[in-house]
């Protein structure tokens, strides 16, 4: 039986309550339970699930709501006292690790935080598109990590901050580093020479992490958000950002990376790479080049444009990635053929959809609603996608969904490896291996009872100094049964040489740099200042702020909550008239 409780003007950001609905979900006799503002996009999500109520009609997008499905309707009073006291804890435990300053306004924000000058934002997409206008306005470099914002909004957003002289990174922007202060999703990383300008998540992670293993350093990843090489969006960020490192005096090589741009897009973006007066890598996942240019390197995996670019900082010539594959001693049973990869990080399941393709000769075209790659049993899926989402936390947060699909995968006869990645770093999991773990002992035993070996390969995306234990990760899948790797590239790599497919390295030959009209354009003092930024306006996922002063910087926490009743059209109507008077009285 389905319960509706709504606590009027009760707001919480998302991660919060994706983490109130898993606590909630190990209470005893509650078959199924969901926590979310009562926006109408959530209100989707909850009919969308089966938990729809007429209740819903009542709830605001400042309102809290809890649906419920319990048999035992005396559960209910302790499913709203198990959500207070959940709430109330994690109010303390902000309160006593003292975020730099909370306000509640955008005045306010826009006073405490006069100096900082980059405001991260992370609040409803469909309400993002106002408010990353009004810091653009106030003059500061925006980090939007939120999604579902139209391309239309962002291409017009993304113009105003380039006339400005402002940096839009996003929307979608998962992951970043400004002046080596982890941005929303990032691990920690040692600073470094190396600069990188890349799409959103776990593209940047992957390369970043990488280089730190290597000995190498990042101080600022720039990210972009998946729609910026679109033609609609012609590349603001990408080009205004490689403009910024090739400027940047403490940058000695350029990384770029980016999913599959538009043709026009591409060119222009190679154009303006070759006129950089420093070293470039450049990887556009899912193209496999055969040629490096003079200056200008092309990469076909996340760990070769990493080698790439260490190699080039330790003024050595790039060579291809030299490496000993822990490849098992498997003896696979007849009729096991098939990879199944099941990622929480979007971009590194895109690499593993491309080298299997590419290295098995499928000829499969791109998948829809997360399955990067569905073909003669072959299954590669993005489980961030919207689809496996919709309701449900994330999966470097949950792993309820993918612990499934292994089991899945498992039962099959024809399934010979099983993919997977633990993704570390801020706002994922205290202990993804160790979630992990059972699941993985469960799918190697199972197999081995119907007379089948089934290795689980998995990459750790990480480094030493993130805060999960990047060592103790590693360990607890090993003993779990599970190969792990160095890299993604080396995962799938495995994965492809365990059904007899080996990737046959490429060794690249140096041409000479092509020809371009176009030069670096000069970029102004106040992009600069995002190089040396060290104070922020945290808009949205207070998580975000507590990253940012735990790793040398200062954030001013701004408790955002929907005016205008959570009317969107209201908002923006405000907004207008709003900026209109500020114009006026200037």
């Excluded at 609905?21 to 209470?27: A, F, M, Q, S, V």
């Excluded at 890299?487 to 490429?506: F, M, R, T």
Aim: proline letters at 4%; hydrophobic letters at 40%.
């Amino acid at each position: 039986m389905l319960h509706t409780i709504i606590e009027k003007n009760s707001y919480h950001d998302s991660i919060v309550l994706m983490l109130l609905t898993n606590h909630l979900k190990e209470i005893a006799g509650v078959n199924n339970v969901q926590v979310m503002m009562g926006t109408p996009a959530n209100k989707d999500i909850f009919k969308t699930g089966g938990l729809a109520t007429p209740e819903l009609d009542q709830a605001t997008p400042n309102d809290m709501v809890v649906v419920v499905d319990v048999d035992d309707e005396a559960l209910i009073d302790q499913v709203v006292a198990e959500s207070k006291n959940y709430l109330e804890e994690q109010s303390h435990a902000k309160e006593d690790e003292g975020t730099t300053e909370r306000v509640r306004t955008w005045d306010k924000a826009l006073e405490v935080g006069k100096d900082a000058p980059l405001a991260l934002i992370s609040i409803p997409g469909v309400y993002a598109a106002p408010e990353i206008e009004r810091a653009l306005d106030a003059g500061k470099h925006v980090f939007c990590f939120s999604d579902n914002v139209s391309i239309e909004d962002e291409a017009r957003l993304k113009k105003l901050a380039h006339e400005k002289g402002l940096l839009l990174m996003g929307p979608d922007c998962g992951t970043g580093v400004a002046n080596g202060i982890p941005l929303a999703f990032a691990n920690r990383t040692r600073r470094g020479e190396i600069g990188i300008v890349g799409a959103s998540g776990t593209g940047i992670q992957e390369v970043a992490t990488t280089i730190h293993k290597l000995g190498g350093g990042v101080t600022n990843a720039i990210g972009t958000g998946g729609r910026d090489l679109k033609a609609a969006v012609d590349g603001t960020t990408l080009k205004d950002g490689v403009a910024l490192l090739d400027q940047d005096p403490s940058v000695k090589v350029i990384v770029v990376i980016s999913k599959p741009p538009a043709k026009e897009v591409r060119d222009s973006v190679m154009d303006l790479l070759r006129a950089a007066h420093k070293p470039v890598v450049v990887v556009f996942m899912g193209e496999r080049p055969d040629h490096h240019e003079e200056g200008l390197y092309q990469a076909y995996t996340l760990e070769e444009t990493a080698h790439l670019a260490v190699d080039l900082l330790n003024g050595q010539q790039p060579t291809a990635v030299a490496e000993e594959l822990p490849v098992p001693d498997v003896k696979l049973a007849e009729g096991q053929k098939n990879i199944k990869a099941y990622y929480s990080g979007g971009t590194l399941a895109y690499e593993a959809a491309t080298m299997i393709n590419d290295t098995v000769g499928l000829n499969a075209e791109s998948g829809v609603d997360g399955a990067i790659l569905n073909q003669d049993g072959y299954e590669v899926l993005d489980l961030g996608d919207d689809v496996y989402t919709q309701g449900r936390p994330h999966p470097m947060i949950d792993a309820t969904v993918r612990k499934q699909m292994m089991t899945d995968a498992g039962q099959d006869p024809e399934t010979a490896v099983i993919l997977i990645d633990d993704v570390l770093g801020y706002g994922t999991h205290d202990d993804m291996a160790g979630e992990l773990a059972p699941t993985i002992k469960k799918v190697i035993a199972d197999a081995k009872a119907q007379g089948r070996e089934l290795p689980v390969v998995a990459t750790i995306v990480g480094t030493d100094l993130d805060i999960q234990d990047y060592a103790g990760q590693k360990k607890t899948l090993e003993e779990a049964g599970t190969v792990v790797c160095q890299s993604n590239a080396q995962a799938v790599k495995v994965a492809l040489a365990l059904i007899g497919h080996p990737v046959e390295e490429v060794v690249k030959d140096v041409e000479p740099k092509k020809a371009t009209n176009v030069t670096m354009p000069e970029v102004p003092e106040s992009l600069r200042k995002l190089l040396t930024v060290d104070r922020f306006v945290n808009i949205g996922v207070e998580s975000f702020a507590k990253a940012i002063d735990e790793n040398g910087g200062r954030a001013v926490q701004f408790d955002w909550q929907p005016i205008a009743g959570g009317n969107v059209e209201l908002q923006r109507a405000l907004a207008f008239l709003n900026k209109v008077s500020l114009e006026t009285e200037v």
